[in-house]
């Protein structure tokens, strides 16, 4: 199988961030703030990036406002020659800095949405008053003029929102909307009890979308992330496995996927000790689930292999301790019955308390 | 349908790029990039956001030596595509 280059590259700037969504996709040991990568290094990672063939680059956190040297992460980016898009919260943002951003070349703004009021959104963000700061940074971006594409993220508690989402990305002015459920890595994977949609709440949103869709064509592209656990057939994550997208962390590990440190036989490479396009190319971790050898029954045999590739590894992993495993959520995988009433379990834990994100160490706590 | 008066342009955040590794031209937009053919980069070439989509029309066909009705039907389909993906506007 010939290896394809890399279409887009997340950057995880920092995990130091203002909110702590209980949803979080960091991991649960999170880098600190002396152990992240300093500009210079940003951009020669940029560079080769570009050099390696991506097209894309998502500067992500934890915030990237945390940043101090966004700007100039940001101009070092489109001076490599890569499109970029700013993952953020809008903690963080002001007026002068999004004026910054803006000379600097930022092509792109992807803002987070906690919920549509600001009691569900400062409740699910762990952070007072986030939300009107929020709305405050969005006019300022309509302001400027970038290009916004809205991230609601849904779950039990602010599914029904999902209406008025739409409402408030059609009136930013926002060209897109991404509906994503909640997936449940990282923190999320605590917050089960909370955040599980119930069936029935998976299936209104998925009619929702599918209008909206219709009644809102060419002025709002919706992308949708459905609810994972009561699909028949898994998502294609990361479109196949070091096929299109890889992701750095704060502190320069190259990872398949942002979850991919769950997967303990795993080892990755650092952009400290190596060029990009090894790592790619012929690093252990990314080889280690490309194409369709590594699979078993049912996945070995299956017509839908190259669709889905197999599903998650990190979610084979997180339910079933088997990477190598058919993602559970496949109506294929033996543990499919299991997994559906596992997620119905989930979706009945009425009151269940939220597990919030914590904050990465600083460096004089102990371990 | 794409009237003759119509003025196609690509809004901020959506430019024409040339992938040197790939050896193909792309049109990046917000979280995307679309591979373009020949004739999809033909039309995006002749898109200024000062000429109407009649004008463009002309301007192809003498290029290609083409009938204008062949092109007219091409570039209708495929300037829509991009509108319906918000990656291209369109002022009357």
């Known amino acids: ?367 | 349908m794409m009237q003759p008066g119509d003025i196609p342009a690509l809004p901020r955040g959506v430019r024409l790029h040339y992938d040197a590794i790939r050896e193909t031209w792309v049109l990046l937009a917000p979280e995307r990039a679309v591979t373009l053919d020949g004739i999809g980069h033909a039309i995006l070439s002749e898109v200024d956001g000062t000429r109407s989509f009649a004008e463009i029309i002309d301007l192809l066909a003498k290029k290609f030596n083409a009938p204008a009705e062949h092109i007219t039907k091409d570039s209708d389909d495929f300037l829509q595509a991009l509108r319906l993906r918000r990656f291209l506007e369109v002022s009357p």
């Open chain 1, 1 to 367: 199988m010939s290896i394809p280059p890399p279409i887009a590259m997340l950057a995880e700037l920092t995990h130091r961030c203002p909110l702590s969504c209980p949803y979080c996709s960091n991991p649960i040991e999170m880098a600190r703030q002396d152990q992240e990568l300093d500009t210079d290094t940003w951009t020669r990672v940029f560079h080769e990036a570009a050099a390696l063939g991506v097209l894309q680059l998502h500067l992500s956190g934890g915030e990237p406002a945390s940043r101090r040297d966004l700007e100039a992460l940001v101009r070092a980016a489109r001076d490599a020659g890569l499109y970029t898009n700013l993952i953020t919260s809008g903690i963080g943002l002001t007026e002068k800095r999004l004026g910054a951003l803006d000379g600097a070349g930022l092509d792109h703004v992807q803002l987070s949405l906690q919920g549509t009021s600001p009691e569900m959104a400062d409740e699910i963000g762990g952070y007072k008053g986030g939300f009107k700061r929020k709305m405050q940074v969005a006019e300022w971006i309509g302001q400027i003029g970038f290009p916004l594409t809205l991230n609601a993220v849904l779950h039990r508690r602010n599914l029904h929102q999902l209406p008025r989402a739409l409402e408030m990305a059609v009136e930013m002015g926002a060209r897109r909307i991404e509906v994503a459920t909640v997936q449940f890595h990282g923190w999320a994977l605590k917050n089960r009890d909370a955040f599980m949609p119930t069936r029935d709440q998976a299936r209104e949103a998925t009619r929702i979308v599918a209008q909206a869709r219709k009644e809102l064509a060419g002025v709002l592209v919706i992308d949708y992330v459905p609810a994972d656990y009561h699909e028949d057939y898994p998502k294609r994550c990361m479109g196949g496995w070091g096929t299109t997208g890889l992701n750095v962390t704060p502190d320069g590990l190259v990872l398949p996927c942002h979850a991919a440190q769950t997967i303990k036989h795993l080892t990755f490479d650092r952009v400290q000790d190596k060029p990009l396009a090894d790592i790619w190319y012929q690093g252990a971790a990314f080889n280690a689930y490309r194409g369709t050898g590594w699979m078993a029954e049912p996945c070995k045999s299956c017509e839908r292999k190259t669709i889905d590739f197999g599903g998650c590894r990190c979610q084979a992993m997180a339910i079933l301790g088997d990477p190598n495993a058919t993602d559970p959520v496949c109506i294929k995988s033996p543990h499919h019955g299991a997994l559906q009433a596992t997620a119905d379990t989930h979706a009945s834990q009425a009151g269940a308390s939220l597990v919030y994100r914590a904050q990465p160490r600083r460096a004089t706590e102990p371990l």
